[in-house]
């Protein structure tokens, strides 16, 4: 990327400036090429070999990724029908399990839409929603906000059109692979896309706001796992972003 020209840097002092929207989407395009699409690829890889030992359909895993595409939930999703669960059963478990993407949508999409002035139709920030999970969102708030208001969607699903479309892809190669690879081989690809998260949030170290809150996630987790392992995960992020929050906004220069 190459940082913004003198011309642009007057009022605005864009860090990121690519010139155009159709330049921003090629930029995203190119963002997701390589790791985010490989690492995520991968996930899905093992998921489609889950979809296939599960005793499921190619159809119903592609249909899975394509209209679901949260990992977790479509986990759920899948072994609630493999053990003949119902619908409601399967409804619950995946709201439950999706239920982390409602703030990244809350948080990320203001900033997508930010300074468009009606520039574009409701349609596409319901379809730009619907892209917003762990990879697509880590990567959009750290690099979204520097950008010029009218760059900021076509990056986002410039980059995320490219990783879903891996996804797909890698959920019927996994399909079509098992019995190549060893099942836990296969079965163990679908964790590969929890531990880039993380790692690509330990750019945010740098950011006290962010880093913070990852701190106190770190050392509050393991200690809420030992006390309640089914409400661990969800105490330690209330409570930690909640301390990080009020303790930012207390000493806030």
Same mark, same amino acid.
């Given at each position: 990327?190459?940082?913004?020209?003198?011309d @642009?840097?007057?009022?605005?002092?864009?860090?990121?400036?690519?010139?155009?929207?159709?330049?921003?989407?090629?930029?995203?395009?190119?963002?997701?090429?390589g790791v985010?699409?490989?690492?995520?690829?991968?996930?899905?890889?093992g998921?489609?070999?889950?979809?296939?030992?599960?005793g499921?359909?190619?159809?119903?895993?592609?249909?899975?990724?394509? @209209?679901?595409?949260?990992?977790?939930?479509?986990?759920?999703?899948?072994?609630?029908f493999?053990?003949?669960?119902?619908?409601?059963?399967?409804?619950?478990?995946?709201?439950l399990?999706?239920?982390?993407?409602?703030?990244?949508?809350?948080?990320?999409?203001?900033?997508?839409?930010?300074?468009?002035g009606g520039?574009?139709?409701?349609l596409?920030?319901?379809?730009?929603?619907?892209?917003?999970?762990?990879?697509?969102?880590a990567?959009?708030?750290?690099?979204?906000?520097?950008?010029?208001?009218?760059?900021?969607?076509?990056?986002?699903?410039?980059?995320?059109?490219?990783?879903?479309?891996?996804?797909?892809s890698? @959920?019927?190669?996994?399909?079509?692979?098992?019995?190549? /690879?060893?099942?836990?081989? @296969?079965?163990?690809?679908?964790?590969?896309?929890?531990?880039?998260?993380?790692?690509?949030?330990?750019?945010?170290?740098?950011?006290?706001?962010?880093g913070?809150a990852?701190?106190?996630?770190?050392?509050?987790?393991?200690?809420?796992?030992?006390?309640?392992?089914?409400?661990? /995960?969800?105490?330690?992020? /209330?409570?930690?972003?909640?301390?990080?929050?009020a303790?930012?906004?207390?000493?806030?220069?």
């Amino acid at each position: 990327m190459q940082p913004a020209s003198p011309d @642009t840097q007057d009022a605005t002092d864009w860090s990121t400036d690519f010139g155009s929207p159709e330049k921003a989407r090629a930029a995203g395009m190119r963002a997701a090429i390589g790791v985010p699409a490989l690492v995520l690829g991968a996930s899905y890889v093992g998921f489609g070999a889950f979809v296939h030992q599960s005793g499921l359909t190619l159809i119903q895993g592609l249909a899975s990724t394509t @209209t679901g595409w949260a990992l977790p939930g479509q986990i759920a999703l899948i072994e609630i029908f493999a053990v003949g669960g119902s619908i409601l059963a399967a409804a619950i478990a995946v709201g439950l399990a999706n239920a982390r993407l409602l703030p990244m949508v809350v948080t990320l999409l203001p900033i997508l839409r930010q300074g468009e002035g009606g520039a574009n139709p409701r349609l596409i920030h319901y379809l730009s929603a619907h892209f917003i999970a762990l990879t697509g969102w880590a990567v959009a708030m750290q690099r979204a906000p520097d950008m010029p208001p009218g760059q900021r969607l076509p990056f986002f699903l410039g980059f995320t059109t490219v990783i879903w479309s891996a996804t797909v892809s890698a @959920t019927a190669l996994g399909f079509f692979l098992v019995g190549v /690879l060893p099942a836990p081989v @296969t079965l163990g690809l679908v964790f590969l896309n929890p531990l880039y998260f993380m790692l690509l949030f330990t750019a945010d170290l740098m950011r006290k706001e962010r880093g913070l809150a990852l701190i106190l996630g770190a050392a509050l987790g393991p200690l809420f796992h030992l006390v309640s392992p089914d409400w661990g /995960l969800l105490a330690t992020g /209330l409570i930690g972003g909640s301390v990080a929050f009020a303790f930012i906004q207390r000493w806030r220069p």
